[in-house]
Nanobody, 127 residues
Framework: QVQLVESGGGSVQAGGSLRLSCAAS????????MAWFRQAPGKEREGVAA????????RIAYSVKGRFTISRDNAKNTLDLQMNSLKPEDTAMYYC????????????????????WGQGTQVTVSS
């Protein structure tokens, strides 16, 4: 059974950094394509960063490009999101997602591509 548990959220001032981690169980993270999404109050959930299965191919949303980095830690079986130069508009609940499609090398930022989701971790950035 696939389970995803996010951690690392918190409150920081603008310009600060946070590192989110998503612990996966029931599968090996390198076997799945995975992503981070976020949802701010009153807004739709949006894709932030994605990574392809079995490779280092990534896709980063324009709004966070140059500030956020997605990576896998195969030893810990986690998906991580390093967030630097945080802005108040980055305030949101952040979710980890994963799914499987053998043989492809796509990093997907569409919600519809994912069937497995974590419960989320809150990130609050104050000005």
């Amino acid at each position: 059974q696939v389970q995803l548990v996010e951690s690392g959220g918190g409150s920081v001032q603008a310009g600060g950094s946070l590192r989110l981690s998503c612990a996966a169980s029931g599968y090996i993270v390198s076997d799945a394509y995975m992503a981070w999404f976020r949802q701010a109050p009153g807004k739709e959930r949006e894709g932030v960063a994605a990574i392809a299965a079995g490779s280092s191919t990534t896709r980063i949303a324009y709004s966070v490009k140059g500030r956020f980095t997605i990576s896998r830690d195969n030893a810990k079986n986690t998906l991580d999101l390093q967030m630097n130069s945080l802005k108040p508009e980055d305030t949101a609940m952040y979710y980890c997602a994963s799914d499987f499609r053998p043989g492809d090398d796509y990093a997907r930022l569409s919600q519809s591509a994912y069937n497995h989701w974590g419960q989320g971790t809150q990130v609050t950035v104050s000005s």
